[in-house]
T-cell receptor
Framework: GAVVSQHPSWVICKSGTSVKIECRSL??????MFWYRQFPKQSLMLMAT?????????EQGVEKDKFLINHASLTLSTLTVTSAHPEDSSFYIC????????????FGPGTRLTVT | EDQVTQSPEALRLQEGESSSLNCSYT??????LFWYRQDPGKGPEFLFT???AGEEKEKERLKATLTKKESFLHITAPKPEDSATYLC?????????????FGRGTSLIVHP
């Protein structure tokens, strides 16, 4: 149980285009999902907290208009990188709480974004 | 300020050489300390949750312990397949919500 999927696993796009990454909880409902960014050999950087049915809460320094997050259902959250530039190239990972009490996070496999 | 610090940053062991990783934390009102394993190019894999000082949990060659100020991840007789980055995290109360806060991780390499 507690499986989180991400799609796509990797994507290459041209500078100026937008890319959408999907995060799904496959066998549980997730009222809260998180989006992280990770640079090579560095730890996870929390970008935003996504709550079902409400606006995402972004961490300081994360551009809301560049990284659009939508949590439309209890099993799906999406991250759209708008007008991508090479500096947006990174490894993006989502996670979800399995329940309101345990606070255990289960992570997706990650999406490698390369902007050329 | 709430913080999570992991040490060492990197650790090289010979197969069978037991050791411990440390995660020290300063947080108001601990709501669980979490250990994860991350392999290169993959998302973190959940290992353990510890909720109160004195608690211990084991899984194969791994044993996690918790005190009021730190947690240890003990690795007994490690094998090369235990090579990975190990992350610890705590929940930090911010703006009415509990937000996960991660340490920088310990990169473990086990040589055959």
């Amino acid at each position: 149980g507690a499986v989180v999927s991400q799609h796509p696993s990797w994507v290459i796009c041209k500078s100026g285009t937008s890319v959408k990454i999907e995060c799904r909880s496959l066998d549980f409902q997730a009222t809260t999902m998180f989006w992280y960014r990770q640079f090579p050999k560095q730890s996870l950087m929390l970008m935003a907290t996504s709550n079902e049915g409400s606006k995402a809460t972004y961490e300081q320094g994360v551009e809301k208009d560049k990284f659009l997050i939508n949590h439309a259902s209890l099993t799906l959250s999406t991250l759209t990188v708008t007008s991508a530039h090479p500096e947006d190239s990174s490894f993006y990972i989502c996670s979800a709480y399995t329940s309101g009490f345990s606070y255990e996070q289960y992570f997706g496999p990650g999406t490698r974004l390369t902007v050329t | 300020e709430d913080q999570v610090t992991q040490s060492p940053e990197a650790l090289r062991l010979q197969e069978g050489e037991s050791s411990s990783l440390n995660c020290s934390y300063t947080v108001s009102g601990l709501r669980g300390l979490f250990w994860y394993r991350q392999d290169p190019g993959k998302g973190p894999e959940f290992l353990f949750t510890l909720y109160s000082a004195g608690e211990e949990k084991e899984k194969e060659r791994l044993k996690a312990t918790l005190t009021k100020k730190e947690s240890f991840l003990h690795i007994t007789a490690p094998k090369p397949e235990d090579s990975a980055t190990y992350l610890c995290a705590v929940q930090v109360l911010r703006g009415g919500s509990y937000i996960p806060t991660f340490g920088r991780g310990t990169s473990l390499i086990v040589h055959p």
